[in-house]
């Protein structure tokens, strides 16, 4: 197939790519390149899919890759002239769009950014999918839309309307957008809960990042609700697994089922105690963390587990890269990678 991959230049984005290539479909990867955080690790992804920084920095300028069935464009999402014409040009089967403004944090303080590409630049997406035929629509949505859920683990079917940050409310809205489009125009739109993905290439901006390079660097690492925080830390070998098998799998029943509109929890379906990752972080370093206990950050919750029992039925979805591998995984592409 001919699939769109947004955010390549992103973590799981770039990840997504890859295997996609690996297997064979053609695919082209759009990503705005912005500066949320170190744009040479971002270079870095796209130089690993055989595109060089050079090729990558014009905007709206396609670049094939020389080893792979890959090619990149630079490009915003909100661009309502370009964005159609690429669709046109390129005739893409599948479109999936992993490209966002992230961030809890980052949204208290630009939130206009948020709205940009969130917003307008997902409806850009849909109106393309919409007019050039797109046959399935997966994107990213965010286990943050469960706001202050108080049941555990957290289900498709609980209640998301109490968001707690604009980050949750525009992830919130892109589900919406995507359901009022598969019902006006008969659309298959998957949307998918990301669980906290960490693994080599992660954002600097996420805690196993910012825990390692703290310790390595001597600095305190920041601690938040005094360490009384679980997350469903998710290895990002098995998010992607689990969007390409949503990817390659035909969305022809969901047409002539009519279940046109579906919405999946993608984590590891357990919690880890915040604590216990920073221990297993310490352990790879042989380094022992100098802790800063903090309150409750503005927008974060307590507690996160994903319930997944829809994916595994529906796509046979197996997360199963423990703690210990996964964190040993990073630990080693970050000493590696710098130096």
């Given amino acids: 197939m001919k699939i769109l991959v947004t955010g390549a230049a992103g973590f799981i984005g770039y990840f997504t790519a890859k295997i996609l290539t690996e297997k064979g479909h053609t695919v082209v990867g759009l990503d705005n390149i912005n500066d949320y955080y170190d744009v040479n690790l971002k270079y870095g992804r796209l130089q690993e899919l055989g595109i060089a920084k050079t090729d990558a920095e014009p905007f709206n300028s396609l670049c094939k890759s020389k080893s792979s069935n890959f ?15 690429l669709f046109e040009a390129e005739q893409f089967d599948i479109v999936c769009n992993l490209a966002a403004q992230a961030g809890v944090r980052y949204s208290l303080e630009n939130p206009e950014t948020y709205i940009d590409s969130n917003l307008v630049g997902f409806l850009n997406i849909l109106e393309c999918c919409r007019n050039y035929t797109i046959k399935h629509l997966v994107y990213a949505s965010s286990s943050s839309v469960y706001g202050l859920n108080k049941k555990i683990p957290f289900a498709t079917d609980d209640n998301v309307d109490h968001p707690i940050s604009l980050y949750a409310a525009t992830k919130k809205s892109n589900e919406l957008m995507a359901h009022t489009y598969s019902h006006l125009f008969k659309i298959p739109t998957t949307g998918l809960r990301f669980f906290t993905v960490y693994g080599p290439w992660g954002r600097p901006d996420m805690a196993m990042f910012l825990f390692t390079d703290a310790i390595v660097n001597n600095r305190p690492i920041k601690v938040f609700n005094h360490g009384n925080m679980e997350r469903d830390f998710t290895y990002v070998d098995d998010i992607v697994e689990g969007v390409v098998r949503i990817i390659e799998k ?21 919690s880890v105690k915040l ?8 352990s790879n370093l042989s380094k ?9 950050q503005p927008g974060d ?12 039925k529906d796509y046979d979805y197996s997360p199963n890269t423990s703690i210990q591998e996964g964190v040993k995984h990073f630990i080693d592409w970050y000493k590696n990678y710098y130096k």
Avoid: C
């Fill in 301 to 312: 919750v307590v507690r996160t587990w994903a319930d997944v029992d829809e994916l595994i």
């Fill in 275 to 282: 604590l216990d990752f920073i221990k297993e972080i310490e």
């Fill in 71 to 85: 090619s990149f464009i630079r490009m915003n999402l909100e661009d309502r002239e370009n964005l159609p014409e």
């Fill in 250 to 270: 035909s969305a022809e029943d969901r047409i002539k089922t009519n279940a046109l509109y579906k919405v999946y929890n993608i984590g590891n379906n357990n």
């Fill in 288 to 296: 022992t963390a100098t802790k800063t206990l903090l309150p409750m």
